[in-house]
């Protein structure tokens, strides 16, 4: 029906508007009071640059100051469905600031567009990366990964991909770069889609099914979780990033279970605070988490 099509749209780009400018109000004014220390003079940004044909594909390079240590790719999360790349460029910059030419990603958000859109994303702006080492500076393969939320989920998709451990068309195009993954890091992961763990909160399981649903329908769609149960394991190492208060722990818990079954290389670093405490840059318990994940 148009007009049932239409008011949930609505209801959606609503959504999206109140989250961009909630998050976009909190972090511009912790910027204004001076609580993101990360100075203009530390990181340089090239914003908004296409990377496909869709109004979404953009994504920003943020170059540090001096001396690099290779390119990192950050996905931001949101459900799936929500948020962007603007609402998490100071993660980037966090990135950016510790030594690696960042991109940062925008990618298709569901349910308009559901699996496997945001990582038939993900594989156009490595292309793009790959096409354009010179603009970078980085000519190695070697790649670190950053992704929080449904963004973990979408980092610890592409390692995998890059392992060769996915057989899809999208998995392929990723694979055929080059890229090696150094490092994976999965923030607060969103990690299993056949829903084998589940949340202690009744609350904060329903927000998974809801992230669930938007991104894949009805449709069973692969996850790390059952990648690796399955005899795949991931190159390079794997960070697991957890949090004491955060309900998705219990997919952390998971991931670092059957990656450690897998035989692949990982650690996993409990940190106090809530889902995406990480992007709170200047308390302690998120210096710390960065300080774990990328050292200066």
């Not at 929500?82 to 609402?87: A, E, I, M, T, V």
Request: charged letters at 25%.
């Amino acid at each position: 029906m148009p007009f049932l099509s239409a008011l949930v749209s609505t209801a959606t780009q609503t959504e999206r508007a109140l989250a961009e400018f909630g998050v976009g109000f909190l972090f511009g004014a912790a910027d204004f009071l001076g609580k993101l220390e990360i100075s203009s003079e530390k990181v340089n940004v090239l914003a908004d640059i296409p990377y496909g044909p869709d109004p979404a594909h953009r994504l920003d390079v943020l170059m540090p100051v001096g001396p690099t240590k290779g390119i990192a790719i950050h996905v931001h999360g949101g459900g799936f469905r929500l948020l962007s790349k603007d609402s998490h460029r100071h993660i980037a910059r966090e990135i950016a600031a510790r030594g690696y030419v960042t991109l940062n990603v925008n990618y298709r958000l569901a349910p308009e567009h559901k699996y496997p859109s945001a990582l038939q994303d993900i594989a156009s702006a490595l292309e793009w990366a790959a096409a354009n080492r010179e603009l970078l500076g980085v000519e190695g393969p070697e790649v670190v990964l950053v992704g929080e939320s449904a963004g973990a989920y979408l980092v610890m998709m592409t390692a995998l991909a890059m392992s060769g451990e996915v057989d899809e068309v999208w998995a392929r195009r990723i694979e055929r770069l080059g890229f090696r993954p150094t490092l994976t890091v999965p923030i607060s992961g969103l990690m299993d889609m056949k829903r084998n763990v589940r949340c202690d909160s009744k609350m904060a399981e329903s927000e998974v099914e809801r992230a669930r649903l938007a991104f894949a329908g009805s449709a069973e769609v692969p996850d790390p979780i059952d990648l690796l149960t399955s005899g795949a394991r991931v190159r390079g190492l794997v960070k697991v990033v957890r949090a004491t208060q955060d309900p998705l722990r219990v997919h952390s818990d998971a991931l670092f279970t059957v990656l450690s079954s897998s035989g692949s290389k990982v650690e996993m670093q409990s940190f106090d605070g809530p889902h995406s405490f990480h992007a709170f840059t200047w308390t302690d318990a998120a210096r710390d988490a960065w300080d774990w994940i990328l050292p200066r």
